[in-house]
Every structure is written in C-alpha cells, then in structure tokens.
C-alpha cells in the first residue's frame, strides 16, 4: 500500500521566515496531493492541493511544490504570523482513490 | 452552513459498553468517512462509503460497524469499547476526488 512519510514532525520558526515541511510518497500512481491544518481542538481544514499534471499551486502566502519522478511535493508559507502555528499534515491518494496520511508536523511560529 | 456535524464531542465508556457516533453532513457529497487520530499517527481511515447504499473498510475497521442511513448521515458503532479504542474521531465527507471537509471530531475515552 503506499507510505507517506512527513519531515520535519515539528518546525519553530521566527514571525516573517518561511517555513517548508515535505512529504514522500511510494505509489507512483498517486495523482491528488492535498494538505491540511489542524488547530488545537478542531477538526483538519483543506487549506491547499494539487493534482498530478501541475508541478506548482499558489494561493496567497501558500504554495505547494510535486515532483513526481521523485515522488515527493512539499508545502511553502512564506511571511509566517502567529496563526500559522498548528499542525499540518499531507495525505496522498492510494491506488483505491483513498487518502493515506502523513504523521504531522507541528509547526510553532515565534514572535 | 453547518459542513459536517459530529455528536457527541465528547464521551467516556467502560470497557465492554457500547455507543454510536453521529454524523450528518449538508453539502450534498456522496462519499463519507470515518477516520482515528492517535499522537504521532496522523489520520487513519476506519470505514468509508462512497455512495449511499454502500460502505468499506478502511485501515483499521476492527472493532467497529458503520451505517450509511442515507445521503446526509453516516455513523460508526462501537459494539463492545477497548482501551485500545480510546481516541478522537473524525468524520469526514467529499465529492468524488476531492479532498474531505471534516467535522469538529469526538473526544472518545474507554476505561
């Protein structure tokens, strides 16, 4: 089935810096790559994704990274404030069309 | 326009009790899921349907029945609770390919 690994688990960085957390994946037949924010206490929230014939998604302070030969897409905040802080998690569809979950990273924006 | 709505948000069962979980979602989606957060472990998928009329198991659906009562609604039954089955629970609904919205999740402690 497929693996999704998710580096780094946490991430401290200063307010303005940007922050890069990545995520591989084994099942070259994966086409949809989404990421979520999990806020202490809530439920994940789609925050941004990306299909298998884009290589770049943006969307404001946000963007998403594939590379598919490589097997591996990555997430962009550029100018970290505060309520970046949470916990953010990429997930992959498997060869059912279902998504499989990275591990998290806890990323900790500091004033 | 509630998305995806979970009841209870919070319980505690003795071990061998039994309860279900309630979700109900208003976006129109056909596919809902039922997933398990543990530290460290990300998101795992219980069972899922993908249409009404029809449910699957996912990763981890030992321990557990799901009930797809119709479009809107689609719950998960703990038959006789474990220690092993302490966790949150989210459910979560989509359309097909796309993403899932998740509800606010259910606090479960079996002691």
């Known amino acids: 089935g497929e693996n999704v690994e998710q580096h780094p688990s946490t991430l401290s960085v200063q307010e303005g810096d940007s922050a890069v957390i990545k995520c591989t994946y084994s099942?070259?037949?994966?086409?949809?790559f989404p990421w979520y924010k999990q806020e202490l206490g809530k439920g994940p929230q789609l925050i941004i994704d990306?299909?298998?014939?884009?290589g770049e998604k943006k969307d404001q302070r946000i963007a998403v990274t594939l590379n598919k030969t490589a097997k591996h897409f990555s997430l962009h905040i550029t100018e970290t404030q505060p309520e970046d802080s949470a916990v953010y998690f990429c997930?992959?569809?498997?060869?059912?069309?279902?998504?499989?979950f990275g591990a998290g990273t806890q990323v900790v924006v500091t004033p | 326009n509630a998305g995806v709505t979970q009841t209870p948000k919070f319980q505690v069962l003795k071990t061998g009790q039994s309860m279900t979980l309630q979700c109900a979602q208003d976006?129109?989606?056909?596919?809902m899921y039922w997933y398990r957060q543990d530290p460290g472990m990300g998101l795992r998928l219980i069972y899922y349907?993908?249409?009404?009329?029809?449910?699957d198991k996912g990763e981890v659906p030992n321990g557990y029945n799901v009930s797809r009562l119709n479009k809107r609604e689609f719950s998960l039954r703990l038959e006789s609770a474990a220690p092993s089955q302490t966790s949150v629970y989210f459910c979560?609904?989509?359309?097909?390919?796309?993403?899932?919205?998740f509800g606010s999740g259910t606090r479960l402690t079996v002691v």
């Open positions: 979560a609904s989509s359309v097909e390919g796309g993403g899932p919205t």
């Open positions: 099942d070259s037949a994966s086409n949809y």
């Open positions: 990306i299909r298998s014939n884009v």
């Open positions: 997930a992959v569809t498997d060869s059912w069309g279902k998504l499989q």
């Open positions: 976006m129109n989606h056909n596919s």
């Open positions: 349907s993908a249409s009404e009329g029809t449910t």
